[in-house]
């Protein structure tokens, strides 16, 4: 109990400390044209080894909450982000809020800009890891849905284009589209070539991987 109760207050100032950074970064960025946010990530992503979110500016809740527009545009009334990156959050959502989340990062993202955004993938050819990550699942009690790469679009409207990045079919196949997976275009751990639960012959997991193009 004790422990759970440190975790929860060095996370509660963590959390903090990473909205201030988030507004003075905002606020005194210098190259407006170039704004790249990690949207739910602030806290848990800190976890994640060995990677390097320089030049991102980190989000959380509550302060930066997706279903919530006016809160989002307190930060970003006279700016706009030229890359947002979701890696598993769209899962925590149903369909209506995913899709009004999309409708309110679309307020913030540039024309040309891109949504990259990862979710567990519907149509994984490992039973194992469907078990894990379904909606309440071993690994997903807090997972509202399991997107494939036919129901991802439900989300976004007429105006993105979609680029599948890697993803699986109905019949299981895996396809890969050769994509920049690195740190200026927005890294995707849960991937085929960067999940360490993968080799060079077995998928054991990998991610519904697309980017969302404004184009309009």
Not at 36 to 44: D, M, N, Y
Not at 63 to 83: E, T
Not at 95 to 109: D, W
Not at 147 to 154: E, L, P, R, V
Request: glycine share 4%; proline share 2%; with cysteine.
């Amino acid at each position: 109990m004790i422990k759970s109760n440190i975790k929860y207050i060095l996370m509660h100032i963590l959390n903090k400390i990473n909205y201030i950074i988030f507004f003075l970064r905002l606020k005194f960025n210098s190259k407006p044209e170039d704004i790249k946010i990690v949207i739910g990530s602030s806290a848990h992503k800190v976890g994640f080894r060995n990677i390097n979110y320089k030049g991102w500016l980190m989000t959380d809740l509550p302060w930066f909450d997706i279903q919530d527009l006016n809160k989002m545009l307190k930060f970003f009334s006279n700016k706009k982000a030229s890359i947002i990156l979701a890696e598993h959050v769209f899962e925590h959502l149903d369909i209506e809020e995913g899709y009004k989340a999309i409708k309110n990062l679309k307020q913030i993202l540039c024309k040309n800009g891109k949504i990259r955004l990862a979710v567990p993938d519907g149509y994984h050819s490992n039973q194992d890891y469907i078990t894990m990550v379904k909606p309440h699942g071993s690994g997903g009690a807090e997972h509202k849905i399991l997107y494939n790469y036919k129901s991802i679009k439900q989300i976004f409207d007429k105006d993105f284009e979609i680029r599948y990045l890697e993803y699986f079919d109905e019949r299981k196949n895996f396809i890969y589209n050769d994509w920049q997976n690195d740190y200026e275009s927005g890294y995707i751990k849960r991937s085929r070539h960067t999940d360490y639960r993968n080799d060079e012959n077995t998928i054991n997991y990998s991610s519904l991987i697309i980017d969302a193009i404004l184009k309009n």
